[in-house]
């Protein structure tokens, strides 16, 4: 397994909003109040080597039969961690209702079940009378169900709470979403009442305005700077990232995003001397995606369901210019992005690394 290369313009200084930061530029000092300050690198890329493996899961699966077929040969299992969606489809009855439907499915893939619903058994305690259901005959009970609708959550969380699951709401969930992709494109246009304009309208649905609130200290790095990879580092026989390298983190197969392996991934690096602290506190958050407003002029996380981390403010004309090419290269890779935490630009090694996807992008 080869190393993964990114390519790095700049690095920038990390500093809690509003703090003054002294830097030094050619042989100027200056104090400045800004989140971020321009520090150049010198090095034109660093490589991402294996870094300490993450522990191994509590959850073992001796008794799941080898399945789905994931990349490099490598055969998928059922996971313990599910994911849901209970909401409308772009599809009518004789009656002009909406199709509600119920979609879950394990975060490998492997379980799945879709269940059509009339509107009039939409309620908490019909769908933890299904979801109990699902769990009785699977053959690996859940411990986690994710979801991401905040306006069905609090359905959801009445739902299973009686169930000896936890709730997850987050964004997250990559498996249901490809899934949902799926079947928007191939399932729902094939099916009788199916409206053209209620899956317009949904896919034109705008994201919730957010405000970004203050990112907790233990979340804030010493420099960060965009980077790329390749496609082809992710997926295939010659991939160089997976679960095995990558210390705090989570990624998920990209095999069906028809995209060339020669696209380049978008992401955000930071560096910093508590790189694998820092890296274990992200891995607590629910890392949903990195977010630039160019009006605002500033950086977020994204995490959980629906809250926004001030990461960083884009004073300087240059940050502003890459943080469009970042969500410009976003949308050119169906979304995908990724954040990497590493040491320094010569460590030999990721303390933590997240595939994401933003399926607003």
């Known amino acids: 397994m080869g190393p993964a290369r ?22 100027v000092r200056a104090a400045l109040s800004l989140a971020t300050v321009p520090a150049r690198s010198a090095a034109p890329h660093f490589v991402v080597m294996a870094a300490s493996p993450p522990p191994s899961s509590s959850v073992t699966f001796t ?12 055969q998928a299992k059922p996971s313990p961690i599910w ?31 879709v269940e059509p619903l009339p509107s009039s058994l939409i309620n908490s305690r019909e769908l933890r009378k299904r979801i109990q259901a699902l769990v009785d005959r699977a053959e ?31 964004r997250r969930t990559y498996e249901l979403r490809n899934w949902l992709e799926a079947r928007n494109r191939d399932v729902y246009p094939t099916m009788p009442g199916y409206k053209p304009a209620l899956a317009e309208e949904e896919r034109a649905r705008p994201a919730l305005d957010r405000q970004p609130v203050k990112m907790p200290d233990a979340l804030r790095g010493d420099k960060w700077a965009f980077v790329e990879l390749l496609l082809g580092e992710l997926r295939g026989p010659d991939a160089s990232i997976d679960s095995s390298n990558i210390g705090f983190g989570n990624i998920f197969s990209v095999d069906s995003i028809d995209l060339p392996d020669t696209t380049p991934v978008p992401g955000l690096l930071i560096t910093s001397q508590r790189a694998e602290p820092l890296a274990a506190w992200m891995s607590g958050t629910e890392l949903a995606s ?41 949308r050119e890779a169906r979304g995908l992005h990724f954040i ?14 997240w595939l994401l996807r933003n399926y607003e992008a």
């Not at 008794?63 to 490598?74: C, D, E, F, L, W």
């Not at 209970?86 to 893939?109: A, C, F, H, I, M």
């Open 290 to 330: 990195v977010s630039a407003d160019l009006e605002r002029g500033d950086l977020s996380l994204e995490v959980g369901i629906d809250t926004q981390y001030m990461f960083a403010r884009l004073w300087d004309l240059t940050q502003r210019e890459e943080a469009a090419a970042f969500m410009r290269g976003c």
């Open 83 to 113: 994911e849901l969606d209970l909401y409308t489809r772009p599809v009518t009855n004789d009656q002009g209702k909406k199709l509600w439907e119920l979609l879950v499915t394990d975060s490998n893939g492997v379980m799945r079940h």
């Open 340 to 353: 990497a935490v590493q040491q320094s630009l010569e460590d030999n090694g990721v303390k933590g690394f």
């Open 140 to 170: 690996v009970r859940p411990t986690q169900v994710r979801f991401f609708r905040t306006e069905m959550q609090a359905m959801i969380g009445v739902a299973l709470s009686e169930l000896p699951v936890l709730t997850v709401p987050t």
């Open 63 to 74: 008794s799941a039969p080898a399945s789905k077929s994931r990349a490099g040969g490598k």
């Open 6 to 27: 990114l390519l790095v313009p700049a690095l920038w200084l990390c500093a809690p909003v509003g703090a003054a930061v002294v830097v030094s530029q050619g042989g």
